[in-house]
């Protein structure tokens, strides 16, 4: 095993954790989720080298994950999955549906437009600034406080028709 | 609320997280192989093309012209053997099959049960025959053809055994029996893997039985789907949960060289670990031809993807996607389900109208999954429900011809016909 290699496996042991959360967040499915991370780590090992050689590469790292999640949506054959959000039950016993507020929260987000989605999932669950979120999506940082805006007050709705009060009134500019 | 609630809220949402099947392995696997797609691949880059390509081609499949199936007849097959002659002490138990010549040259016997490479005894040769094979006893005279039933007896022992076609996934069939074997030409099924020469070839529906030597015939994932790879028209899918936004055009070139949209894709295996899947499940980057065996007796037609050494990489069944398309309403379920991931059974289907669906969505219009672009259509349009079956979960779907179509219910349990106002609202 390379020096490379072995350092790649030692980041992808600390990282993969991390990854796989904030790649459910952006798109609400472990199983994709975990799809998403694999193939993060694949690009990442491919140009694992020249990576680590402009600095830590994590947020390289997120900018790939950020990039799939957000392609895997336009993606014309995405469009034609199911919904996973059901819009009926037919009972909770049968239903695939799991109870407690973790799934609505995560519905909910799914209801945030991807870019919106993507903004409010790096400042406020990866606790990035505006600057660095900016770079991440390659946007400006003005466009970053208004998809932030949006996102919250799209989030808010969402929660509130899943019976969750929030009022969501953070920093968003 | 502040930033840390609005973390809170999110770290509820990741309470209840699903098994990690993140494998680094095969993400380092594929990075490999993206680093020399990237160092070798500018014409790749170029033409945003080939994957699966190559060649119809070593020595038994030359690479064009109808009469290429095959070496020139009289021209010696090596086959594996063993030092088992006829008065040796030998193993009793009996195989009963067809004597199959793959496309890799490896004489196989077919049955029910796994294909198994056949070791004859000591001294045996091969010759090409027809497009077959000839199998010829020590003294010369011929003892089995390819197409053949027939019935040999020995057993599953590699000792003293050398040759080709040997140490790989199939199975050893040791041959401890001394001819004339019990040959059954009249019963014999033709069994001949052909060349895909066009992607008529590929149309259908197939489910993975053999991968990288795995068998992975009924392997789900984690939500009870199996892998089907789909080929529509120029299109070609492979659906499941893990893999199902893969989708890519396809196309066979001449000398059967079978062409995708972009390398993105992987014909044969999701490329990641699932249970009862190939640690690495991934050989389409390495697939150079493709092959289907047409459908006989019970066998449904077969397709096999090789690599250019002729090693076997993967293997499939074609499968019918449903058997239900007794009205319109079943034939629209059937065309819009089935680029739904996995395989999808439909079991029931009402007719019914765009307007009748939007009338039973709930939610308000900016979220409800039917509100675009279902609210764009006209309400008269046709749709209809559709009870469906994918792996163990049930669902009832309303679906029409020009938007995606909208899951009304899913379960683990079976549900019944819809009705015609559709399913139920608790």
């Known amino acids: ?173 | 609320m502040s930033g840390q609630q609005l973390k809170d809220l999110f770290e509820a949402g990741l309470a209840a997280a699903a098994p990690d099947t993140v494998d680094v392995d095969a993400a380092i696997a594929a990075g490999r192989r993206r680093r020399r797609v990237r160092v070798g691949g500018t014409l790749l880059a170029s033409a945003a093309v080939v994957v699966v390509a190559v060649l119809l081609g070593t020595g038994l499949f030359p690479s064009r012209g109808p009469d290429t199936t095959g070496p020139a007849d009289g021209t010696s097959l090596q086959i594996p053997t063993s030092q088992w002659k006829d008065g040796d002490a030998g193993m009793t138990a009996l195989a009963q099959g067809v004597l199959v010549l793959r496309t890799d040259g490896c004489l196989v016997l077919a049955s029910d049960s796994p294909e198994m490479v056949v070791v004859w005894p000591a001294g045996f040769t091969a010759v090409a025959r027809d497009g077959g094979a000839e199998v010829l006893g020590a003294d010369g005279s011929v003892v089995a053809r390819s197409g053949e039933q027939i019935s040999l007896g020995g057993g599953e022992s590699n000792v003293g055994v050398s040759g080709p076609c040997l140490g790989g996934p199939t199975p050893i069939f040791t041959v401890n029996d001394a001819p004339p074997y019990d040959r059954n030409v009249a019963t014999a099924t033709p069994a001949t893997w052909t060349p895909v020469r066009s992607v008529d070839d590929l149309n259908g529906t197939w489910l993975p039985t053999v991968l990288d030597g795995v068998d992975v015939a009924g392997a789900v994932d984690l939500r009870g789907a199996q892998l089907v790879l789909v080929v529509r028209g120029s299109g070609l899918s492979a659906r499941d949960g893990l893999c199902n936004y893969v989708e890519e055009g396809v196309q066979v070139e001449d000398g059967g060289r079978v062409v995708l949209a972009s390398q993105s894709m992987t014909a044969v295996g999701c490329d990641r670990q699932r249970p009862g899947w190939p640690a690495a499940g991934v050989a389409a980057y390495d697939a150079r031809s493709a092959h289907v065996r047409a459908a006989g007796g019970d066998q449904p037609r077969q397709l096999r993807l090789l690599a250019e050494d002729g090693k076997l990489l993967g293997e499939y069944v074609e499968v019918a996607p449903s058997t239900w398309n007794d009205s319109a309403a079943g034939a629209l379920c059937l065309d819009a389900l089935a680029k739904a991931p996995g395989l999808v059974d439909v079991t029931h289907a009402r007719p019914t109208t765009v307007e009748a669906v939007r009338e039973r969505t709930v939610g308000p219009s900016d979220t409800s999954p039917a509100a675009k672009p279902w609210a764009d259509l006209d309400g008269a349009a046709t749709a209809a429900w559709c009870t469906s079956r994918a792996g163990s979960t049930w669902s009832v779907t309303a679906v029409t011809a020009d938007a995606p179509p909208v899951m009304f219910m899913s379960a683990g349990t079976p549900l019944g016909d819809p009705g015609t106002d559709g399913p139920p609202i608790p």
């Open chain 1, 1 to 173: 095993m390379s020096a490379g290699e072995s350092d790649f496996r030692g980041w992808a042991a600390e990282s993969r954790a991390d990854l796989r959360r904030t790649a459910y967040l952006l798109c609400g499915d472990w199983y994709l989720a975990d799809d998403l991370v694999q193939e993060t780590l694949a690009r990442m090992f491919s140009v694992w080298d020249r990576v680590t050689r402009g600095g830590p590469p994590d947020a390289y790292a997120r900018k790939v994950l950020v990039n799939l999640a957000l392609d895997h949506r336009r993606r014309p054959s995405r469009r034609e999955a199911p919904t996973e959000v059901l819009p009926e039950r037919i009972s909770a016993a049968e239903s695939s549906y799991v109870e407690g507020d973790g799934p609505a929260v995560i519905a909910a987000l799914q209801d945030v437009p991807s870019g919106q989605r993507a903004v409010l999932v790096l400042r406020y669950w990866e606790d990035r600034s505006i600057e660095e979120t900016a770079r991440l999506l390659g946007t400006s940082e003005g466009n970053v406080k208004s998809q932030a805006s949006r996102g919250l007050a799209t989030l808010r709705s969402a929660l509130a028709q899943r019976g969750i009060t929030a009022e969501l009134e953070v920093e968003a500019t």
